[in-house]
Nanobody, 117 residues
Framework: QVTLVESGGGLVQPGGSLRLSCVSS????????MGWFRQAPGKQRELVAL???????DYADSVKGRFTISRDNDKKMVYLQMNSLKPEDTAVYYC???????????WGQGTQVTVSS
């Protein structure tokens, strides 16, 4: 059974920081693609950041310079360090993993991030 479990969400003031973690089970440790998506109320789910096996990373323009993704294949984890958070970062954040040609796609249940004063 494959599971992705996120943690680290919560309420933070604008300008603050949070670190999201995602632990995977049943997913190959060298799975091609791991990352984070988010979905705000009334909006479509959108890509936040991806980390490919081998070190390549990619970010949405809206988070470049503020968010950093990293993965630890030995621990089967992926992280998202979020700095300088803005109210528009408020969303449910989902952990994601997929194979190179998207034959398999896995999603976590999501963790709420709320940026508000």
């Amino acid at each position: 059974q494959v599971t992705l479990v996120e943690s680290g969400g919560g309420l933070v003031q604008p300008g603050g920081s949070l670190r999201l973690s995602c632990v995977s089970s049943g997913v190959p440790s060298n799975i091609y693609r791991m990352g984070w998506f988010r979905q705000a109320p009334g909006k479509q789910r959108e890509l936040v950041a991806l980390a490919l096996n081998g070190g390549v990373t990619d970010y949405a323009d809206s988070v470049k310079g503020r968010f950093t993704i990293s993965r630890d294949n030995d621990k089967k984890m992926v992280y998202l360090q979020m700095n300088s958070l803005k109210p528009e970062d408020t969303a449910v954040y989902y952990c994601y993993a997929s194979s190179a040609a998207f034959q398999v796609n896995y999603w976590g249940q999501g963790t709420q991030v709320t940026v508000s004063s």
